[in-house]
């Protein structure tokens, strides 16, 4: 009898220990709290999504948007506040390998190539050692010198506007707070500003590889 208790011990650990190694990204959505939030990515597919130049950056994997490989960008152009928001707050859990760089912009439009030219962008970088702002910051506006979290660990990016007024917070604290004056345009950056638009997500370079899951938006108007 001794050696079938223990071969039944054995079952019932190897069953709890399967049902523990299943990954972080295969559990159920995570909705922020709070009611008026809307997921804007299914976990299986980029419905509602649209890559511009190199579409091959971004996939699906194991219930997350994989950005790997050359310069891309994924805008949402889905039916939620038919994919232009203006007051609203956006939350994503957000995973880096080490050297990756990319972002969120926000307020912007689909465009074919290059670098958004609308909207404001909430940067990625943990330790992309040539740019010298890190995660958290509004880029080139309200910069983060130092990254508040690691590589290869989930956190949570959300960007609240509202008005004037942006707030940029990872894991829930603030990392940048910004009131755009009413003469905010800049030069060569004339775009740059809060009007309304979609978000977009980026895909920095070949040699960066970032994880997104639970995108969620919550329209404020």
Known sequence: MKPLRTNVV???LVAGLSGAVCTDA?????PPEGEGW????????????RASENEETFSVDDGRIV??????????????ADHTFDDFEFRVD????????SGIYFHTQYQDEGWPSQGYEAQINNSYESDPRKTG????????NEAPVPDNEWFTMAVRVEGDHIEITVDGETTAE???PDDAEREGMEGRVLSSGTIALQGHDP????????VYVRPLD
């Open 207 to 214: 040699e960066s590889t970032v994880y997104f899951k639970n």
């Open 178 to 180: 910004y009131t755009e």
């Open 26 to 30: 295969q559990a159920q959505p995570n």
């Open 67 to 80: 950005a790997d490989g050359p310069r891309s960008h994924l805008f949402y152009v889905g039916s939620v």
């Open 137 to 144: 910051s509004l880029y080139a506006v309200e910069d983060v």
């Open 10 to 12: 054995a079952l019932l």
């Open 38 to 49: 809307v997921s804007l990515f299914d976990g299986e597919s980029l419905d509602g999504w």
């Open 94 to 101: 957000v995973m880096t390998e080490p050297g990756s760089n």
